[in-house]
């Protein structure tokens, strides 16, 4: 039987080396890319004032999984309802579409514009405190 010499260049083995980590480097990339924590929220309840007919109503942001979940709010008495009638009507439509866009940057409904601002800027200081 004959030997046989096999004969590897140390360029080669550099060169295989530094392919496969960076092949490595590039897979753990994209798995924790795609499988890391959703959204870009911290868990938890966020509240935030609006000051109504001289009192304040706290309004409520829940976020679950990173994501906005719920936004409610708290404390609207009769008499805040009777001065500010559209707030119950706006809050519902406005929490939709944030829920949906996951977002404050959405357009408001021309006959709620005051009040949809109003519950906008409050919801964008309790996701501001909601951050990562």
Do not use: R, W
């Amino acid at each position: 039987m004959a030997s046989k010499i096999f004969v590897v260049k140390l360029k080669d083995i550099i060169k295989t080396t530094i392919f496969t980590v960076l092949g490595i480097a590039i897979i753990v990339v994209i798995i924790a890319f795609f499988n890391g924590n959703k959204g870009e929220y911290k868990e938890g309840t966020y509240s935030s004032q609006i000051i109504l007919y001289s009192n304040p109503v706290d309004l409520l942001v829940e976020i679950e999984k990173g994501e906005i979940k719920s936004i409610t709010l708290n404390q609207l008495n009769q008499t805040q309802e009777v001065f500010y009638p559209t707030f119950s009507n706006c809050i519902d439509e406005i929490t939709k579409e944030v829920i949906n866009q996951q977002s404050t940057d959405i357009e408001l409904n021309k006959d709620y514009s005051v009040t949809g601002s109003i519950i906008l800027d409050a919801i964008d200081n309790a996701l501001e405190q909601a951050k990562k």
